[in-house]
Structures are given as C-alpha cells and as structure tokens.
T-cell receptor, first 114, second 111 residues
C-alpha cells in the first residue's frame, strides 16, 4: 500500500537551477495538493488539482508550476530555484466532494537551495 | 481571510495527565475543522474531523463557534501521543478546497 509517493526525498540545488518534484497516488483520488512547510508557518498550499487536467493556485504559487497529466500524477516544477524556496514539500490527495480536506500525505521532499 | 492559531509551540505533560491542545480560528462563514498528527518519522495523517464527532485514539475535539475554538482533548496522556499536532480549517466555499493549517504544537508526554 504505497498511498502517496514522492520523489526525490532530498535534493540540493544551486540558485537558478530547475527541477521537478514528482508525486503519484495509487488510491484513485481525484484531488491532489502541493504544500510547503516552513518553520513557524505551518503548511501552505502551493497548488491544487481537482481532477486530471485542471489546476488552481493556492496561497503561495509564485515561482512554481504544476502539471496534472493523469489521475495518478501531480508534479511540481521550480523553473529557476531561489533560496526562498528552501523548504519541505508535501504532496497530498483526497476524494471530494464529500471530503474537502487532504486525507493522505506523502513522506515529503526536503529541498535546499544554495 | 481565514486564519488558524495554535498558541503553543510546545506542550509538555506527564503520562496520565489530561491533554488540551488549543486551536482558535477566524473565519466569517461556517468552517470545517480538522486535526492532523505527525508522529516521529511518519507521515502527516488526518486525526479527526469535527463533523464526524468521533473519538480517535482517545482524542476528541468540539467546535465552539462562540469562542471560535476547536481544542483537542484527551483525558489521560500516553507516551505514544508524543507528536506534532496541526489544526486546520476549510471554508467549503465555492467548491474549492482550500485548507489553512496552523503552525502546529509539539506534544511531549513525559514518562
């Protein structure tokens, strides 16, 4: 039972580099989320996807792009990494409309940008 | 704008003592409230939802609209309750699921 799988678990980038964080879920959930977690700030929503092919901005979308090419996968891309994007990133999924909250989380990706 | 406040970063209690993790919120409409928990080296997981009125692992939480609070309580703390706890709010407005999390409270149960 993998649930929500995130790759990679750790990554170090230099300022200006690009990378894509991958997320996949095997629970046939419609909704998927990307959050970032910073000390003293809790989890903040970056992007949200209600279904395949649809995405919507969350609270802190600047500097990120997302892609929901199929129901299983929801990727987060940093086109030009900045030190302010150093954070722990969590992917999550849920089954609306009866559930409005993220139900299952991945292990997280710890990203450091130098 | 919606906001969730968890006033305590760290709460230390002795094993067997009652636990109350505080959560206050601000939102003009009728929200849904949740508690999440993250045990050491485990994934963040949903603990309970106020609309379910359930008790999970001995924890309960009651939504108090007058005081805009959703405190998490347990009568007798156990060592395995040590974890990070996050309170969260969803507006359920416009069909857009936008959950706001608090900064979390670390619960430390002292043997």
């Amino acid at each position: 039972n993998a649930g929500v799988t995130q790759t990679p678990k750790f990554q170090v980038l230099k300022t200006g580099q690009s990378m894509t964080l991958q997320c996949a879920q095997d629970m046939n959930h419609n909704s998927m989320y990307w959050y970032r977690q910073d000390p003293g700030m809790g989890l903040r929503l970056i992007y949200y996807s209600a279904s395949e092919g649809t995405t919507d901005k969350g609270e802190v979308p600047n500097g990120y792009n997302v892609s929901r090419l199929n129901k299983r996968e929801f990727s987060l891309r940093l086109e030009s990494a900045a030190p302010s994007q150093t954070s722990v990133y969590f992917c999550a999924s849920s089954v609306p409309p009866d559930r409005v909250e993220p139900q299952h989380f991945g292990d997280g990706t710890r990203l450091s940008i130098l | 704008a919606q906001r969730v406040t968890q006033p305590e970063k760290l709460l230390s209690v002795f094993k067997g003592a009652p636990v109350e993790l505080k959560c206050n919120y601000s939102y003009s409409g009728s929200p849904e409230l949740f508690w999440y928990v993250q045990y050491s080296r485990q994934r963040l997981q949903l603990l309970l939802r106020h609309i379910s009125r359930e008790s999970i692992k001995g924890f309960t939480a009651d939504l108090n609209k007058g005081e805009t609070s959703f405190h998490l309580k347990k009568p007798f703390a156990q060592e395995e309750d040590s974890a990070m706890y996050y309170c969260a709010l969803s507006p359920r407005a416009g069909g857009y699921q936008k959950v706001t999390f608090g900064i979390g409270t670390k619960l430390q149960v002292i043997p």
